[in-house]
């Protein structure tokens, strides 16, 4: 079986797993996507459609969502008025938590103890590499939109 396949496959199983992580903790992918990128920090609206690769029309809704539900908060960006900072709020950081554990207790009923060490040992490169491609992409959008081009 050639790696693109193993590769597709792998992440469709993943993605049943986060499926039913989701209907569990009552938080869709999209709202856990969100509110990943925002562990690392506040973020603007532009950012996070960058980071992501959503539109800023659906930024925007998922934004209002996570609004209402008290995990995120938005703020006046210090160093711009006009725009806003998106941030997590300690319930988002809850419910994100909540979420992850969740989704490791899956793992570790369908893996077992040892399965998911040997799942992790063969995923970091491949999360490393992913990784570093984007923070690269989100540097390049960040010096574009600095020189004006972005």
Known sequence: MNTDKILVRTLLYLQHQLE???RKEDMSISQYRMLYFLMRGPRRAAE???ESSIRKPSITSLVGTLESRGW???TEDPDDRRA?????TPVGLEAFNRFEASMHESMQRFLGEEGVAEAEAALIPLYQL???K???RYED???KTESGKG
């Open 141 to 143: 959008w960040v010096r």
């Open 134 to 136: 984007r923070d690269a």
């Open 130 to 132: 992913w990784t570093r």
């Open 48 to 50: 996070l459609a960058v």
């Open 72 to 74: 995120i908060t938005r």
């Open 20 to 22: 039913r992580a989701s």
């Open 84 to 88: 806003l900072c998106i941030e997590i």
